[in-house]
């Protein structure tokens, strides 16, 4: 069956983030207005572009080399094109694509290239990458490979399947399979996206099969402990000396804005002496290699004074003896049940509670609060930090005289 049209073009594919050097050239096979984009594996600087010819300006040895091999692409092009009408088979451009593919691309499978990501990223732990990002990057494996059995019964899948329906439904899939939250799957497929750029980038996939999907991240309301909770907390007697030490540990994160991690691996090296009988406690964060510098309140410093001889500390080379955030978030709950605090409290609470509890609501600056988190974006410290109504009330009784 004869095709309507048939056009071969070679171009410039220009990326959206592009500002200079050179560009990936690729060829595009138009079939009755249908068209498919496929990488030649060449660059070329655009100023040297021939736009019209479809070729590189210049007689250098390296631009021979360039258009002698795009001569032979479509040599090669033109050669399969009569052998489709010879076959009279009907012509689309994705039988095109199918059979210019080399056989080592069409080999390259999802699954493979995602383990190999990860392999390399576990070599560069602790200076490139964090172990909490090593398993984010593994689960996020775990859950494209039972996608993938899920949808197409396959132990994996080759990365020319790869388009905006297998994102649309991979997402569906996490959403109502594994039940994952809006912006957990999000995450996940963030996760996902940048294994496919991967392809782009080395001319694997000719376009991206993220383009067109929206990763819009829903606000979630981060609630915190109101000063009073904080103080029922705070002036509660246990009997259990590990809820007693659980409670003290939640405290100096309200106190200090670590996180779970963060105080986890605190050392007495990162208690360093400030101006005049301050303590602060700097350290790099966990999750984001961003420097944080907290002047320690006499409150924490009371803790820190309380555990200082303790033996897991000695033990373990911590400064507080930290249990697992799973065993710290179960005593947690008891200890919300006893204070009679009718709140989900897991540990991050704690930095939610110094974000707006402790340092906002007194009047600490937005700027200051940031710096003392290690967030690297302001944006990111006001969606921790929920200013509360006593704050907003305090703020407007400032204007009151004006309109009495």
């Known amino acids: 069956m004869l ?5 071969l073009l070679f171009y410039l594919k220009k990326r959206s983030n592009y500002l200079k050097g050179k560009l990936p050239i690729y060829m595009r096979v138009t079939v009755d207005g249908k068209r498919v984009e496929i990488a030649t594996k060449r660059e070329c600087e655009p100023a040297k572009w021939n736009s019209s010819a479809g070729r590189v300006s210049g007689n250098k040895e390296e631009v021979r080399s360039t258009n002698s091999y795009l001569d032979v692409l479509q040599s090669k092009v033109y050669e399969l094109h009569r052998k489709l009408i010879a076959s009279e088979i009907t012509i689309t451009a994705e039988l095109f694509k199918n059979k210019l593919v080399n056989d080592d691309e069409q080999k390259k499978m999802i699954l493979e290239i995602f383990e190999k990501h990860n392999r390399d990223m576990a070599c560069l732990v602790g200076s490139e990458y964090s172990k909490v990002t090593l398993v984010r990057y593994k689960t996020s494996l775990e859950h494209t490979r039972n996608f993938i059995k ?10 020319q399947s790869l388009d905006y329906d297998f994102i649309a439904q991979y997402e569906f899939w996490l959403k109502s399979q594994r039940r994952c939250g809006h912006n957990a799957t999000m995450k996940y497929l963030a996760n996902f ?21 929206k990763f819009a991240k829903r606000e979630v309301d981060r609630s915190a402990l109101s000063e009073s909770e904080l103080e029922k907390i705070m002036k509660k007697g246990f009997d259990s000396a590990r809820l007693d030490q659980v409670r003290d540990i939640f405290l100096f994160c309200c106190f200090t804005g670590l996180s779970y991690v963060d105080v986890f691996k605190l050392q007495r090296s990162e208690v360093i002496e400030g101006h005049g009988t301050e303590l602060w406690v700097t350290i790099k964060r966990q999750k984001t290699d961003t420097a944080s510098r907290v002047p320690i309140l006499p409150a924490a410093r009371k803790i820190l004074q309380k555990y200082e001889n303790h033996p897991q500390c000695s033990v373990k080379g911590q400064l507080l003896p930290v249990l697992s955030n799973q065993k710290m978030n179960s005593y947690l709950k008891e200890i919300a049940d006893v204070c009679q605090i009718n709140k989900n409290i897991t540990f991050h609470l704690a930095r939610h509670t110094f974000a707006t509890t402790v340092t906002l609501t007194n009047g600490v600056p937005i700027e200051s609060v940031s710096k003392m988190l290690g967030h690297r974006n302001i944006r990111t410290t006001q969606l921790y930090a929920k200013i509360v109504d006593k704050k907003i009330g305090e703020d ?4 009151e005289n004006l309109y009495s």
Not at 3 to 7: A, D, G, H, I, L
């Open 193 to 213: 996206k940048k294994i496919v750029l991967s392809c782009v980038k080395k001319g694997w996939l000719s376009r991206d099969p993220f383009y067109g999907f």
């Open 396 to 399: 407007m009784k400032k204007i």
């Open 3 to 7: 095709t309507k049209s048939f056009t």
């Open 150 to 159: 899920w949808k197409y019964n396959l132990s994996d899948l080759s990365i």
